[in-house]
């Protein structure tokens, strides 16, 4: 018997007949259906006896409990479920969201539908499970290689948290050496303060950053359960332990943190270790994170007793030593610069995914940086040899889109007088680029889903399928699950995209970034222009900090080529923005301006840098990145009077 054969299938669905056609249809797939519930309470009785390898699960059932209160269960169980629910609009699909599900199945359903959602959700987990196991055993392979270099104790114990960074994000880890007697012996700290860039401090100069006493730091830094017992704080957990440990207090507002993640390591001679991280991410910590801790125990505690032991022989010798530690990478991320939280939570995630083959979906307003995120994945992975072809989906003309994704044979359609070769099969052995995706025809899209179910392609015209061995990257500034409501783009591709989700923050959201930006931007179009820029006043980047960036990176970018236009003397003149004040602008009533309103304030910003100009060198289709006819498009339909 093969793998899907033996799969078992719980059915948790309280209309009689659809509960027996779903059975008919697995049965007829080769699934073994394990039992039919009609509520969670009969759910979680045949769960006691009986096992399940999936479950599909209607989101309204009999009685008080709805389907996603047995969800809950079933993540704490492990046992992955898709929902069946004959409503698709935003709500439910924002609770269904939030709990993680495999996948969603609308009613009413065609029996493809069903299979089809079952074998994206293996898929999923496949996925989910070949990375959780990959930075397992990428854990356990670093911290047993890091034990054995011709480091320092400081330099060792900075490379093990480094690389934990992926996986257990964190802003600040406080480490804490307990002997067997029950008292600390050692105390230090870790900063993030770059991609790949961690700062290591004692106990001593942490009384200077937080401007306490020795006195008071002692009578605060108390050896409490909370501050050593294996331990999540997110939420009003993290603020009510603050309350018990006055020492996690002084931390999180020194260094304005809003999660804690514990956990004490025990090492062979008696003594401990404990690791406390810290971010400045709300909710950030998950059970996840404690069970790859859980995982890396024996080979943390084995290699970190002699780390210890250095540290013991060493800890009355040069304290100001540690300062000076630090890690510190290329860039490997190109033309992506910033450093702020938001952004670093960004890369994190690249990094862990890039090698992997996964589907990556990369979601955020126009401008943000999309298809730099979407190089870097390229660049840092397997394929990086092999082409990258972006293709952006919005930009295509509708009678052509299917030819130039798909190919065409000669012969195929009036006009197709040569073979031609599709963007997909440009892309065989590296990465197809799909941004825009929100924007795919609707029947184009279930051709999309056979490509990343079924590895091959066939051209307009073609009578036999071709393999196709590729990478999807997509990317949209549309809010898919509004989309799905509104009938315009496919749930199970949607499902089969966002295996990997990366959300990428507006420039608003990491304004820390504007001055290392601006200093970027400066620099480069200061060396093309040939104009030199000397001096960037602080009173320019102060305008540039108070203003929103509707247009976000992209914007800037426009605002600092012009004020380099603009510069006389090798100085940029606050006084030449043509930005506004945060908030200037009046908004909608409810306080929001639309995405329509944006669009229209950008594009009229840029064809005044443009004076007017669409079209050809220098104009403003070419800084927007997009085709003259398709602004020409905006323009009339937002109804920009150029003057």
């Known amino acids: 018997m093969n793998e899907v054969m033996r799969e078992k299938i719980l059915i948790v669905e309280d209309e009689f007949i659809v509960a027996h056609d779903l059975q008919m249809i697995l049965q007829r797939g080769g699934y073994e259906v394990t039992g039919i519930a009609d509520s969670v309470k009969n759910a979680l009785a045949i769960l006691e006896n009986k096992s399940a390898d999936l479950v599909l699960l209607d989101i309204y059932l009999k009685g008080r409990l709805t389907g996603i209160d047995l969800a809950h269960q079933l993540m704490q169980k492990k046992i992955p479920f898709i929902y069946i629910s004959a409503n698709s609009n935003e709500k439910v699909l924002e609770a269904a969201k939030s709990t993680s599900p495999s996948g969603f199945i609308v009613k009413p359903y065609r029996e493809r539908d069903v299979l089809l959602s079952i074998d994206i959700a293996r898929y999923r987990l496949k996925n989910n499970n070949d990375m959780k196991l990959s930075s397992e055993l990428f854990m356990r392979d670093f911290i047993v290689d890091i034990s054995m270099k011709s480091l320092t104790w400081q330099k060792k114990i900075l490379a093990v948290a480094s690389a934990f960074q992926p996986y257990i994000p964190f802003d600040f880890i406080a480490l804490s050496g307990i002997s067997k007697e029950g008292t600390r012996y050692s105390e230090i700290g870790i900063t993030r303060k770059n991609f790949d860039q961690y700062g290591l401090f004692t106990a001593e100069e942490f009384q200077q950053s937080a401007g306490i006493a020795k006195a008071d730091y002692d009578n ?81 505690e084995e290699k970190l007793t002699h780390i210890i032991e250095m540290e013991h022989a060493t800890a009355t010798v040069h304290k100001k030593q540690a300062n000076n530690g630090y890690l510190t990478d290329k860039n490997v991320f190109g033309n992506i610069i910033g450093k702020s939280t938001a952004l670093l939570s960004v890369l994190d995630k690249v990094k862990i995914v890039a090698p992997t083959d996964t589907s990556v979906l990369i979601t955020g307003a126009s401008g943000t940086g999309k298809e730099e995120i979407a190089k870097s994945l390229h660049r840092l992975s397997h394929r990086n040899t092999k082409p990258l072809v972006a293709v952006n989906c919005a930009a295509l003309p509708a009678d052509l889109i299917e030819s130039i994704l798909f190919g065409h044979e000669k012969g195929s359609f009036t006009g197709a007088i040569n073979t031609r070769i599709g963007k997909f099969e440009e892309a065989n052995g590296g990465t197809i680029f799909l941004d825009e995706i929100g924007e795919m025809p609707f029947d184009l899209q279930a051709k999309l889903l056979r490509v990343l179910q079924e590895k091959e392609i066939e051209r307009i015209g073609g009578s036999q399928p071709i393999a196709v061995d590729l990478r999807i990257i997509a990317a949209t500034n549309l809010q898919l699950a509004k989309e799905i409501a509104k009938g315009r783009f496919r749930l199970d591709l949607f499902y089969r995209l966002n295996v990997f989700p990366l959300h990428i923050p507006s420039l608003c959201e990491r304004k820390a970034d504007i001055p290392l930006l601006t200093a970027y931007f400066v620099q480069k179009h200061a060396e093309n222009i040939g104009k030199p820029i000397d001096d960037i006043p602080l009173a320019f980047t102060d305008r540039l900090m108070q203003y929103d960036w509707p247009g976000n990176i992209r914007e800037l970018e426009h605002v600092i080529l012009r004020s380099v236009l603009l510069s006389s003397n090798g100085k940029l003149d606050p006084d030449q923005l043509d930005i506004g004040s945060k908030n200037e602008t009046p908004l909608a009533q409810d306080g929001i301006k639309t995405i329509s309103d944006n669009e229209r304030d950008h594009i009229i910003r840029v064809l005044t840098l443009c004076k007017g100009r669409v079209a050809g060198s220098g104009g403003a289709a070419e800084l927007l990145g997009i085709p003259a006819t398709t602004l020409n498009s905006k323009i009339k339909k937002l109804k920009i009077i150029r003057s």
């Open 220 to 300: 605060q830094n108390l050896l409490l359960a909370e501050t050593t017992a294996d331990a999540i704080y997110i939420g009003d957990d993290f603020e009510q332990v603050k309350l018990t440990a006055p020492m996690k207090k002084l931390m999180a507002e020194t260094y304005h943190l809003s999660a804690n993640l514990v956990k004490t390591f025990h090492l062979e001679n008696g003594d401990k270790i404990s690791f406390s991280f810290y971010s400045r991410t709300e909710n950030i910590y998950q059970q996840g994170h404690m069970e790859l801790l859980n995982y890396l125990s024996a080979t943390l």
